[in-house]
């Protein structure tokens, strides 16, 4: 037998296949045994409820697809009543995600979650500040430390931070968010771009750039979590066109604890838990006693 559960500081999942953040909900209960997954990480819930950005807001890319959703959500007191006594009854792991637009909304949205009964937290700091002129969170050192560590000081919950390519040097912010105290980083969030209607010569998302997600951004995820593992101590969640248990195992031998499935899941509901089959099949194949083994196992 092969053991496949894994830690993500003290939080236990049975496999390390979670749902991406934004692509999954419980809706999908309906269709797949959700009980499969190792977890569930929720849309990203802010204070007060947000509308989102206006359409066109999803776009189809060569290999992906580009999104300017705009974080569209029912603010967390909407969350607590509406949604999540639903997440709780799916037999996994839910990690509620927040998002803010400065950094004093982060912990208030989790002294509401505290005692809610979910299992962890990830911290969404792709979001604009704006006191910051607009700027990410996640694109400067300190305001990321800032976000992390306010959210620390309010819950003893596991914390993922969950970390934004769209910077010069990933390493130094995620340095940054380990020493204010997350258990784990996600690598990554979506990849800044823009596409264009050549016929009324404009561009095709309302808010003219969005964020691209699915196959095309695998291999940048990758180098991100092979980088990263070199540099960090804490567990790294592999996020960013995993679509089989192929690409899964690339990023865990890469140095990937655990991995979300975003994208994919529009195509195909069940892939999540094919990926947890295929992962299985290939830890019985290749005598694998514990997940832990694979991890890192990168031979260069
Ligand atoms: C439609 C859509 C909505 C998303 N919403 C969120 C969100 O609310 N919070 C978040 O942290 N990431 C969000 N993401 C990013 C995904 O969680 C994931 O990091 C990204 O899509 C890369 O993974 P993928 O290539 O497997 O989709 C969203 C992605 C998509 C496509």
Do not use: W
């Amino acid at each position: 037998m092969t053991d496949i559960s894994v830690k993500i500081g003290n939080l236990r999942l049975k496999n390390p296949v979670m749902v991406a953040s934004g692509t999954y909900g419980y809706e999908y209960a309906d269709f797949v045994d959700v009980s499969k997954l190792g977890g569930i990480v929720a849309k990203s819930i802010t204070l007060n409820p947000k509308q989102g950005n206006p359409p066109p807001r999803i776009y189809e890319t060569p290999c992906g697809m580009l999104n300017t959703i705009g974080l569209e959500n029912v603010g967390v007191e909407g969350f607590l009543k509406k949604k999540l006594p639903k997440f709780k009854k799916l037999r996994t792991k839910i990690i509620a995600s927040i998002a803010g637009s400065t950094v004093d909304e982060y912990p208030k949205v989790v002294r509401r979650l505290e005692r809610s009964g979910i299992d962890g937290i990830e911290i969404n700091i792709s979001c604009p500040n704006v006191n910051e002129g607009g700027m990410l969170f996640g694109q400067d050192p300190k305001t990321a430390y800032s976000v992390i560590s306010s959210v620390r000081k309010v819950t003893k919950l596991p914390l993922i931070a969950k970390l934004t390519p769209n910077v010069g040097d990933i390493s130094i912010i995620a340095k940054a968010v380990v020493e204010a105290g997350c258990d784990a980083i996600s690598v990554i969030n979506t990849i800044v771009g823009m596409a264009v209607d050549i016929e009324d010569r404009r561009p095709v998302l309302s808010m003219i750039t969005g964020g691209l997600s699915g196959p095309a951004i695998k291999p940048i995820a990758l180098h991100y979590v092979y980088s990263l593992y070199r540099e960090v101590k804490v567990p790294i969640i592999g996020v960013g066109g995993i679509a089989t248990a192929k690409d899964a195992l690339e990023f865990i031998i890469t140095g990937a604890t655990a991995v979300q499935v975003g994208t994919a899941n529009f195509i195909n509901p069940k892939v999540s838990i094919e990926i947890v089959d295929g992962i299985k099949k290939y830890c019985v194949e290749k005598a694998v006693k514990k997940i832990g083994e694979l991890v890192g196992s990168l031979k260069l």
